[in-house]
């Protein structure tokens, strides 16, 4: 799908199918609920399309205008409420969902008054709620599935400026983020039969070798091992697929802040030795989500060219059952030096973040240091689907996370650490232990033990548990039906904001 600006002088609505904005809900002094747009609409068309919306359209709500034999033959009133950014974004979405499947054209009316962040937000929303996942009949194995085929193919924003350079560049904006959204969306919905640990760092490599100034290092489980990383090491040693550490950066030249994302990886969960139930374990194809998170956004901000430095670290591994797994009661040393006793290897995302999270305090010297994980079931009992745990000491840049998070349409809430529950993790044979004991605060104990491993950066650091966002049930404003690619609008806004 193609989005393209167009200045309304040159009528570029002809012979397409025409969306106009709509508040809500209607004034009650009589005015019309109609936005005055770049486009003015016959005297006919404005007439008939006040009389059916005269009671407002709901925000994120599309109402259908069909008129044969005229032109334009059929119009689309979508609802923008009170026309700030999320319902322009949600409009986008709506407009798609609405002509997917019948139309191939779509001319946008924007507000005579719009900005930038109006078509920037509404191709936003149009280009996510797009998004279709099918995988590939040939080559399964080597690509990260392709988007099902629709019939909408080009959306043209219609603007009152002369002038449209500052929209393409709007929309270009979002084009940038919608992809890394979109590669996060792909490589998360890839079936885990598909998408081993080699597999993952194979599309980021082939991802990163499209951008300019993007490089990717790979470790594999020898060097792995030579380096310490047996966090990983140990998840993934149930499984004949090994594990992979995945390195991605982008170093603009003059860039005086550098954060660190770190994203849980873990291509398929089955729990290990203590396994899950077949319930738990459908959708474990989705908990490398925090790693796709994490280098998709280091791609966005090399696309977008953000003046920040940024690296993405990747630990990637198959937590299995077999004859090699981990096994309750192991002890493992984790890069750095830490031991944990494994109580629970169905506790294992903690392991492999925590080595990545010891990497980067020892090696890379962060500013800032985050990470994002499909983690535990205890966020999704505490905040539900809709939003994920926040975890930092830094009121500083909690504040900013949840303001970045606000502002992306990808919420975060705070959730406590009291050092009081330290004890819950403390092991009788190694430093920590990888679940509390008595099992309590399932989410915070997770932070509490990923806090331990960031070392002297702990205090410039913040942990996202967001297991249940990463994937929707049904398609709901611009997410799609299943993996939603949850973290990387939220962090892409982040680095912006830097």
């Given at each position: 799908m193609h989005i393209s600006v167009s200045a309304a002088t040159h009528g570029k609505v002809r012979g397409a199918v025409v969306v106009l904005p709509v508040e809500a809900p209607a004034g009650t002094d009589g005015t019309s609920p109609l936005l005055p747009t770049a486009w003015a609409p016959p005297d006919e068309l404005r007439s008939e399309a006040q009389t059916l919306v005269r009671d407002g359209v709901a925000p994120g709500s599309v109402v259908q205008l069909p008129r044969p034999t005229r032109d334009p033959a059929h119009v689309l009133l979508v609802g923008v409420g009170d026309a700030a950014p999320r319902c322009w974004r949600e409009a986008g979405a709506a407009v798609v969902r609405a002509a997917a499947d019948r139309h191939a054209a779509l001319a946008v009316a924007l507000p005579q008054d719009s900005t930038g962040a109006v078509?920037?937000?509404?191709?936003?929303?149009?280009?996510?709620?797009?998004?279709?996942?099918?995988?590939?009949?040939?080559?399964?194995?080597?690509?990260?599935?392709?988007?099902?085929?629709?019939?909408?193919?080009?959306?043209?924003?219609?603007?009152?400026?002369?002038d449209v350079t500052a929209a393409q560049q709007a929309v270009a904006r979002s084009q940038a983020l919608a992809d890394a959204v979109l590669l996060a969306r792909d490589l998360t919905n890839t079936p885990s039969a598909v998408k081993s640990p080699r597999w993952f760092a194979d599309r980021v490599v082939e991802a990163a070798s499209r951008r300019s100034g993007v490089t990717v290092h790979v470790l594999d489980e020898v060097a792995m091992a030579d380096a310490g990383f047996g966090g990983v090491l140990a998840v993934g040693s149930g499984s004949p697929r090994p594990p992979r550490f995945v390195e991605v950066a982008w170093r603009p030249r003059g860039a005086r802040t550098h954060v660190?994302?770190?994203?849980?990886?873990?291509?398929?969960?089955?729990?290990?030795?203590?396994?899950?139930?077949?319930?738990?374990?459908?959708?474990?194809?989705?908990?490398?989500?925090g790693a796709a998170a994490v280098c998709a956004a280091v791609l966005a901000a090399a696309d977008l060219r953000l003046p920040v430095r940024v690296t993405a670290l990747a630990p990637l591994a198959e937590n299995m059952v077999s004859?090699?797994?981990?096994?309750?009661?192991?002890?493992?040393?984790?890069?750095?030096?830490?031991?944990?006793?494994?109580?629970?290897?169905?506790?294992?995302?903690?392991?492999?973040?925590?080595?990545?999270?010891?990497?980067?305090?020892?090696?890379?010297?962060?500013?800032?240091?985050?990470?994002?994980?499909?983690?535990?079931?205890?966020s999704h009992v505490a905040l539900g689907k809709q939003t994920a745990a926040l975890f930092s000491d830094d009121a500083d840049l909690a504040g900013a996370l949840r303001a970045a998070g606000d502002e992306a349409g990808e919420p975060v809430w705070q959730l406590p650490m009291p050092d009081d529950y330290l004890g819950l993790i403390r092991s009788d044979v190694a430093d920590l232990a990888n679940i509390g004991r008595p099992a309590q605060a399932g989410a915070v104990v997770a932070a509490l033990f990923l806090r331990e491993l960031a070392g002297e950066y702990r205090d410039r650091w913040a942990h996202i548990d967001m297991s249940a966002p990463s994937w929707s049930d049904r398609d709901n404003g611009a997410l799609a039906k299943g993996a939603t690619g949850w973290g990387v609008r939220l962090l892409v806004q982040f680095l912006a904001a830097l």
């Open positions: 078509a920037e937000q509404f191709a936003l929303g149009a280009l996510l709620a797009g998004y279709r996942y099918r995988l590939p009949a040939a080559r399964a194995s080597r690509t990260a599935g392709k988007r099902a085929e629709q019939a909408l193919r080009r959306i043209t924003l219609v603007t009152a400026e002369p660190v994302l770190a994203g849980k990886g873990i291509c398929f969960d089955s729990g290990g030795i203590s396994i899950k139930p077949l319930d738990g374990m459908k959708l474990m194809r989705k908990d490398m989500g004859g090699s797994s981990m096994r309750p009661g192991d002890v493992i040393r984790q890069y750095g030096g830490v031991s944990t006793e494994v109580l629970d290897t169905d506790a294992e995302g903690r392991l492999v973040l925590g080595d990545a999270l010891a990497y980067a305090a020892k090696r890379l010297k962060p500013d800032y240091l985050i990470d994002l994980a499909t983690l535990t079931g205890a």
